[in-house]
């Protein structure tokens, strides 16, 4: 399976911030010793203290809806989130690495005038402008809410999620950044090997 342009998205947006990333294929899940399947995680990304945090990213819309605009939609599935949880557990093996260190990317793409985050901030991929929260997974948690038993799904408030997720740039890289258009590479990477 492809990556979803809000992963390919916030990929070129880590590297263009400069942090580490370790991007993941989703196309299997992962499958357990008692046989149970789990739901696989974007990225592994280190931030600017040496952390390396296990992200799943979400793709929203800002805002979302034709009749009834919504901004900050923020809904995941309860396997989004055991999912990132038991990730913890297996990476962990033992040590203190991966603990409480598992997040949320929500990848807004901004297709209205109002914007998340300063137009200067916001980061341009493929003619699309994009903006992206973080929100640990145990924080999430904390404030989100079921919105649907039979999809089960989760959402936190708006204005508790709007306290609790942290732009990218200070959350990976500790700083606010100006970003600018990604650029496709103008010839192939080629690797030799010794």
């Known amino acids: 399976m492809w990556k979803n342009r809000y992963e390919v998205a916030f990929e070129r947006y880590l590297r263009l911030i400069r942090r580490p990333c370790l991007s993941n294929r989703q196309e299997r899940r992962f499958l357990l010793p008692n046989g149970s399947t789990l739901k696989n995680f ?14 799943d990213v ?26 990132l949880l038991r990730w913890e557990e297996i990476l962990n093996a033992g040590g203190r690495q991966y603990r409480d260190h598992s997040a949320f990317v929500f990848a807004y793409r901004v297709v209205g005038s109002k914007l998340p985050l300063p137009e200067n901030r916001l980061f341009r991929c493929y003619g699309e402008r994009y ?21 089960n799904t989760y959402e936190a408030p708006t204005a508790r999620f709007r306290e609790i997720a942290r732009p990218a740039d200070e959350f990976f890289a500790g700083a606010k950044m100006i970003v600018s ?9 080629r690797l030799a090997f010794s």
């Open 58 to 83: 979400k793709g929203r819309l800002f805002p979302s809806g034709v009749r009834s605009r919504r901004y900050w939609k923020n809904w995941t599935t309860q396997d989004d989130v055991l999912g």
């Open 181 to 189: 258009e990604a650029r496709p590479a103008t010839r192939p990477v």
């Open 131 to 151: 903006a992206f929260f973080v929100v640990p997974v145990k924080t999430y948690l904390t404030e989100a809410r079921l919105i649907s038993p039979r999809w």
């Open 42 to 55: 974007d990225n592994i990304v280190q931030s600017v203290d040496g952390s390396a945090w296990i992200v």
